[in-house]
């Protein structure tokens, strides 16, 4: 069983930056790949990006391409903490950001794949 907690969420301007972090807490939290996901006012939930556990300290990690080149994905050594940084962020970045958790080291991350999820943290980028 493992506990997801998002926050770092907020009203930022188009252009500013946010970091968002995820606090892991279970047993075995160490065989979980982590992801961030979004969803958009009336929109499906979307993958991010993606971490894996293992190589440690090498965690393979990738991020959409929406939000390539902006996005980054870190993971604590303890790998009970899962950093999402933002940069540039536009308007179309708006959404609830959750993070969730897949059994398995390596980094797979898809929606309905995901075993475990936080509540999310809401993140508006406004002028």
């Known amino acids: 069983q493992l506990q997801l907690v998002e926050s770092g969420g907020g009203l930022v301007q188009p252009g500013r930056s946010l970091r968002l972090s995820c606090a892991v807490s279970?047993?075995?939290?160490?065989?979980?790949?982590i992801g961030w996901f979004r969803q958009a006012p009336g929109e499906g939930r979307e993958v991010v990006a993606c971490?894996?556990?293992?190589?440690?300290?090498?965690?393979?990690?990738w991020v959409a391409a929406p939000v390539k080149g902006r996005f980054a994905i870190s993971r604590t050594n303890a790998k009970d903490t899962v950093y999402l940084q933002m940069n540039s962020l536009e308007p179309s970045d708006t959404g609830v950001y959750f993070c969730?958790?897949?059994?398995?080291?390596?980094?797979?991350?898809?929606?309905?794949?995901?075993?475990?999820w936080g509540k999310g943290t809401l993140v508006t980028v406004s002028v």
């Open positions: 971490i894996s556990s293992n190589n440690f300290p090498d965690f393979t990690s």
């Open positions: 969730a958790a897949k059994y398995g080291t390596g980094d797979v991350c898809f929606v309905s794949g995901m075993g475990y």
């Open positions: 279970g047993i075995g939290l160490g065989n979980y790949a």
